[in-house]
């Protein structure tokens, strides 16, 4: 390790993931990540469960992404941690962590926006989009458009107002009797099914923004109907059930998405989040993105949903702009791009 060379311990913890990842002058060298299982059974997580299995992974995945990064725990120039947007007991674990570990090291601690980094999780690989572009960034918690003026300068221009579309899939398929998290389920169902077998509803709010709460009412509605005629409702028609609610779910992303591109005028697309692994959503893009003359850019799976390479990739762009944190920083909530 020389003088000039950057190297951050980057942590993530802010939902169901606990994740160390180490960058050395810009490129991510692992991504170690711990998936809690213990929410399974609860149909969705459970926020003190989540912030107990940090507690108890944490200090394991750090001590795997620095061994094997091969850089000593008392050369790191900086350590990073998400200070949110996320649940608030699990951001604590990690910020405590990271704080007791600046201290230690005395270096510094560079905070980071979980919805920035999942933006620039696009620069941890080539290809990386060029600026300016739009970002539909669509998680279990989230789901925004954002305007992405440069590494860190971004600006949210449409979002929801009430469930995230991850969320949407995750309650729709629980109504289907589907286990936590069913958006994966969804997604392997519906490619056997047929998209115009039931129609649910596609909501259009105004402006950019987005709400996907009403199509869970509507499948709730819909199959209390159903299964009062044909108690085997669900089971007979699963894949098409399922293939149904994602096809209203990709066409509520895609008309905002298009419609934001018109708007801003760029071809330059990438798409974020867990739910960019949803392969009807891929597929759709890619047609639609040949049609339309886009560059349209996915990461790879392990950059889309929670991880700490991308907070790793935030945190290098921090440092160098030599944006660091104070020792009484705290997690929040709630936290804007
Ligand atoms: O980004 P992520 O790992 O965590 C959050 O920040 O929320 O996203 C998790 C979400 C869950 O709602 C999960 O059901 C959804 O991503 N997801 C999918 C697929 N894979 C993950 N949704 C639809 N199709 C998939 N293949
Ligand atoms: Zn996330």
């Known amino acids: 390790m020389g003088t000039n060379d950057i190297s951050i311990l980057a942590i993530e913890s802010s939902c169901d993931e606990t994740s160390a990842s180490v960058i ?14 213990v929410h399974e059974k609860y149909g969705g997580v459970v ?10 992974n944490l200090i394991p995945v750090i001590l795997e992404a620095i061994s094997s990064s091969g850089i000593s725990k008392d ?20 910020v405590s962590f990271a704080k007791a570990f600046a201290y230690a090291q005395k270096i510094p601690l560079i905070e980071v926006n979980h919805m920035q980094a999942h933006v620039l999780a696009h620069f941890i690989e080539d290809p990386k989009p060029s600026f300016p572009f739009i970002c539909l960034t669509v998680s279990g918690g989230h789901t925004q458009l954002v305007l992405v003026k440069d590494h860190l300068e971004m600006e949210v221009i449409g979002e929801t107002q009430d469930d995230a579309v991850g969320e949407a899939f995750d309650k729709t398929a629980k109504l289907l009797g589907l286990p936590y998290p069913g958006g994966p389920l969804i997604d392997k169902y519906a490619a056997q099914g047929n998209p115009r077998a039931f129609q649910f509803p596609i909501t259009r709010m105004p402006a950019l923004n987005y709400s996907f709460s009403g199509i869970k009412t509507a499948v709730l509605y819909f199959l209390r109907d159903q299964l009062k005629v044909n108690p085997q409702f669900i089971e007979e028609n699963l894949p098409d059930l399922c293939a149904s609610i994602q096809y209203s779910l990709i066409e509520m992303l895609l008309i905002k998405l298009k419609e934001a591109v018109n708007q801003y005028g760029l071809k330059e697309i990438a798409i974020a989040g867990g739910v960019s692994a949803n392969s009807g959503l891929r ?17 790879k799976f392990e950059y889309c949903t929670d991880n700490a390479a991308m907070i790793a990739m935030a945190a290098h762009y921090k440092y160098q702009k030599g944006e660091f944190s104070s ?8 936290m804007k791009i």
């Open 24 to 37: 050395l002058n810009g490129k991510v060298l692992n991504n170690i990540v711990a998936t809690q299982s």
């Open 47 to 56: 926020p003190e469960l989540a912030s107990r299995a940090h507690q108890e």
């Open 75 to 94: 050369k790191f120039s900086a350590v990073a941690f998400t200070r949110g947007p996320g649940l608030m007991g699990s951001l604590l674990v990690g």
């Open 283 to 299: 597929n759709t893009l890619k047609e639609l993105a040949a049609k339309k003359g886009w560059n349209l850019y996915v990461p």
């Open 327 to 334: 020792m009484d920083v705290t997690p929040l909530a709630k």
